[in-house]
């Protein structure tokens, strides 16, 4: 058998990243930044004397590696481009050329084997150029690199460095300030697609587009992680063995079921799947998730799984995807050193189903946005009607047998403001002006702090322009104490139309009785002050045996009487 059909049998048998390996910087793909640098370099002949490729793995650094190094030795360059049919780029190629030596550092990190490569530096070679390609180059030794460092800082002229690696951190920095760093990228989903359609078209392989898609992701951006999971696809003929089923998970997490969670993890743990790498994708579907409810437009997921990860997402709330995104990012730091892995998901997984069983932060926040969401979603009771209230130093025996004393009608308070008061806005229909009045008065001012009630009770609704409220009272005092209970009345207003109101007090001596309106002007104090009874009880003298009202001349009084019911001041 010639050497020809040899290589096209192990082609064959190989596995598809190996069989469509790009062999020319043309076929290099996602990484365009790289391919121009170092065409142009080898073009006009201004290549350096060493190179640091680093970047995630999968992305092509090695194989632009042993391209530069067809590129050098080709014999018929096109542009600064290897002809890839030449007997150097196909030596190269078999990985059976003199010109091109390899060396993985991650098993290869001592400094004797340094020493080798840079003592064969030195001996001549059959093209122009020899070209060492370092592997994995954070992993040597300390003194391996410093017996790098001596070669690269004075390199023999034919000599070219390639020093590839997924950790350029971790390289001295005295190495890194001696080569010309170019960073590979992940590559994006189209450009994956693009790669993994045209294999199936030369590979003539009998997929169709959702085992593509599926392949897209797994890979991660990773052209050969991808070429890999589509091998495996092709190979079990079954997408859903390509990667767990994470929708149990998910609905166990929506619904806060501990138990549920974990029969999910344990029947994924029992088809043959690691605890780490179920984190790992788990993760990757919830980011998913996440971006589809925050930025739509970065997400990579497609078809059926968008809509999927979508629907998750939604159910799930921002908030939460948030936390458990943070709460498994934490879990897969302590895997790396837990005796058992599965334990730790366990325990994260049990921790996001019940809020109740975690003191963090996140988790508190998390329980009381759901009591806020029950809170809203929750019928408003109907409220009950106030005990009525005696006067100041009344007797219960009076008041029980005095008739009832109607307190006077909202409509008739709201006529007198609209005839006398000025209004600066168009108010709205009358009928919607009452009920807003009278759920005032009904609804609303129950649920305000007992201190604004007594406040709020000498208040009218003065007019509703969109989502300006005006309320008036009848002197300046009122007007500034009501500035202090503004927060609790918008609360209480939002909670009872389920809106946010601009309020407004305003000062209108006709806003309510004369009787019952506080006042700074008043005449010498009368009797100890009274406070308006809500309905029958003897509370006065008035004329027909009625209620004269509250008799109060501040808001002190007030609070005096709610506080200290039946005192009278000496």
Partial sequence: ?????????????????????????????????????????????????????????????????????????????????????????????????????????????????????????????????????????????????????????????????????????????????????????????????????????????????????????????????????LDQMVATGDLGDARPSFDGL??????????????????????????EQLTEGFVAEIRQAFLLLVAPEVADAVDTDRARLAAWGEQLGLARTVRILESLGRALREMKSAVERLVTLEVVLVRLARPDMDNSLEALEERVSALERAERTAPVPPVAPQAPRAPIGSRPAAAASAPSTPRPTVEATSSAIAATAPVTSTPPAAADLDDVRRRFEERVVPRTARSAQLLLRGARVHALDDQRLTLAVANEELRQHADVILPGLRSALEHEFKTSFVVEVIVDPTAVPPASAPSLNSTPRRAPARVEADVGDDVGDGEDGADPGVVVESVAEHLIAEVFPGAQEL
């Fill in 1 to 229: 058998m010639s050497d020809e059909s040899s290589v096209a049998t192990s082609h064959e048998a190989a596995s598809l990243y190996r069989r469509f390996r790009p062999g020319r910087f043309a076929e290099l793909r996602g990484q365009d930044h790289v391919v121009r640098a170092l065409r142009s370099a080898t073009s006009s002949g201004r290549v350096v004397h060493a190179y640091l490729f680093s970047g995630p793995r999968g992305t092509g650094k090695t194989t632009a590696a042993r391209i530069l190094a067809k590129a050098l030795n080709c014999e018929h360059p096109v542009e600064g481009d290897a002809c890839d049919v030449c007997d150097s780029c196909r030596a190269i190629t078999r990985g059976a050329s003199l010109d091109v030596i390899e060396l993985d550092a991650a098993s290869n990190n001592g400094v004797d084997d340094i020493r080798e490569i840079t003592a064969g530096a030195w001996h001549g070679t059959p093209g122009r150029w020899k070209v060492y390609i370092v592997d994995e180059v954070h992993q040597l030794s300390r003194a391996a690199s410093a017996a790098l460092l001596k070669t690269l800082e004075e390199p023999p002229a034919h000599v070219v460095f390639v020093l590839a690696t997924t950790d350029p951190h971790k390289v001295l920095p005295t190495i890194r300030s001696r080569t010309q760093h170019l960073e590979f990228r992940l590559l994006a989903g189209d450009t994956l697609g693009d790669l993994l359609r045209d294999v199936r078209e030369r590979a003539g392989l009998p997929v169709d587009d959702a085992v593509l898609d599926a392949a897209v992701r797994l890979g991660r951006g990773s052209a050969r992680d991808a070429l890999s999971a």
């Fill in 250 to 275: 998910f609905d166990a997490l929506s619904r806060s079921d501990a138990s549920a969670a974990l029969g999910a993890v344990a029947a994924m743990v029992r088809d043959g799947w690691d605890p």
